[in-house]
């Protein structure tokens, strides 16, 4: 069964710039969250998706932002990159049911660096 | 606010050592509790998931166990290696928050050959 896929695995931008982030769950997986790690506050979370709409988002600005589609894949988008804004993106699927806490598959990363 | 610290921050053993990470969470409504590994660069990989209604949960040489009560969940590892080295993270599940993660800072471990 593959893993989460994430795609691309690297990204540098310029300041100002905007940029949209891929991953593909699980297969039979229908929740995605997001997540930011950087060195200095470890791992943050972003937003979840469920059935292409947002259930829980973490307290970031609103140029972060994310979708889901009908097969369960989610982009996540940031726009007027900051030069905070360089870190490693994580994608995380699980199956959800009436039942939270499910246990979270993560992908390998996007590496974001923001000139 | 949950809030999750994993102490210390930074292990060094020798091989073939018995050791415990230790998490501490603030607030003991969580729903469960996920131990994750991280090598370098990469991604989280899955250790175990221990459910709140459990004490304990074992694969392989890896134990975990969870005290709501206390806060606190610890990492067993028996028989440490080489290979074993990498940052390992718990992670908590608010109440009322979805699939949505509190991790600790980690704990970066390295098992001397």
């Known amino acids: 069964k593959a893993g989460v896929t994430q795609t691309p695995r690297y990204l540098i931008k310029t300041r100002g710039q905007q940029v949209t982030l891929s991953c593909s769950p699980i297969?039979?997986?229908?929740?995605v969250s997001w997540y930011q790690q950087t060195p200095g506050q470890g791992l943050q979370f972003l937003f979840e998706?469920?059935?292409?709409?947002?259930?829980n988002k973490g307290n970031f600005p609103g140029r972060f932002s994310g979708r889901q589609f009908s097969n369960s894949r989610s982009e996540m988008n940031v726009s007027t990159l900051e030069l905070g804004d360089s870190a490693l993106y994580l994608c995380a699927s699980s199956l959800r049911t009436s039942e939270v806490g499910k246990e979270q598959f993560f992908g390998p990363g996007t590496r974001l660096t923001v000139l | 606010k949950q809030e999750v610290t994993q102490i210390p921050a930074a292990l060094s053993v020798p091989e073939g050592e018995n050791l415990v990470l230790n998490c501490s969470f603030t607030d003991s409504a969580i729903y469960n509790l996920q131990w994750f590994r991280q090598d370098p660069g990469k991604g989280l990989t899955s250790l175990l998931l221990i459910q709140s209604s459990q004490r304990e949960q074992t694969s392989g040489r890896l134990n975990a166990s969870l005290d709501k009560s206390s806060g606190r969940s610890t990492l067993y590892i028996a028989a440490s290696q080489p290979g074993d080295s990498a940052t390992y993270l718990c992670?908590?599940?608010?109440?009322?928050?979805?699939?949505?993660?509190?991790f600790g800072g980690g704990t970066r471990l390295m098992v001397k050959p």
């Open positions: 297969s039979g997986h229908r929740s």
């Open positions: 992670a908590a599940f608010p109440p009322n928050a979805g699939n949505m993660l509190t």
């Open positions: 998706y469920f059935s292409e709409t947002q259930r």
